[in-house]
């Protein structure tokens, strides 16, 4: 089993849908969680951390489900701009960052 | 400000070649990561320096030498490489090592290897 599981894409959506991605991990150490998009031949950008308590960034919201073990990334209104590839990253207790596959998401118009 | 700074950006080399890849950030993060990207793959870490000192390495062959002159630069060198290392290579840093508080990382923008 791989330490960090994402949604398998691509996910194709009109502008304005909403999206989710989830994304699992298999290590119960882990301690830090994060979203990151990157854009074809570009570096990942660090989109939001993730926190226990949930956090909210304008149209993007990221929950974490400790219990379930998973973590999640909701975008509203989805824009052209946004169409990427989403990466989870976890980090466990012992400092490795784990990159989940990415889930590629397009826009269309 | 959140720049990290990578050269080259491109860079083809044989393999008995020896070159390096640098890495610089003014941030004052005290950690700094070097991952390899293959294409259609998601990075994948090689090495974490934690306050100047080496502190996880990702079982790297040892033709990968990390090096941390001091708290803002990273080197990587590089010495008879295989084709098969040819890949998009990223430096990163955060403020505290990973796991301890303010560990998100920012990314630079990678240089291109080719090894032929």
């Known amino acids: 089993r791989k330490e960090v599981e994402q949604d398998p894409g691509p996910f194709n959506v009109p502008e304005g849908a909403t999206v989710a991605f989830n994304c699992t991990y298999s290590?119960?150490?882990?301690?830090?969680f994060f979203w990151y998009r990157q854009d074809c031949r570009k570096e990942p950008k660090l989109l939001m951390s993730?926190?226990?308590s949930g956090n909210e960034d304008g149209r993007f919201t990221a929950q974490l489900n400790r219990a379930s073990q998973y973590i999640s990334l909701l975008i509203r209104d989805s824009k052209l701009s946004d169409s990427a590839t989403y990466l989870c990253v976890v980090i466990h207790n012992a400092g490795k960052s784990t990159f989940g596959d990415g889930t590629t998401l397009t826009v269309k118009p | 400000d959140t720049e990290v700074t990578q050269t080259p950006k491109h860079l083809v080399m044989g393999m008995t070649n020896k070159k390096s890849l640098k890495c610089e950030q003014h941030m004052g993060h005290r950690a700094m990561y070097w991952y390899k990207q293959k294409a259609k793959k998601p990075p994948e870490l090689m090495f974490v320096?934690?306050?100047?000192?080496?502190?996880i390495n990702e079982s790297v062959p040892s033709r990968f030498s990390p090096e941390c002159p001091n708290s803002s630069l990273l080197n990587l060198h590089l010495h008879a490489l295989q084709p098969e290392d040819s890949a998009l290579y990223l430096c990163a840093s955060s403020q505290d090592p990973p796991d301890r508080g303010l560990d998100e990382q920012y990314f630079g923008p990678g240089t291109r290897l080719t090894v032929t």
């Open positions: 290590n119960s150490a882990s301690q830090s």
């Open positions: 993730v926190y226990s």
């Open positions: 320096y934690s306050y100047e000192k080496l502190s």
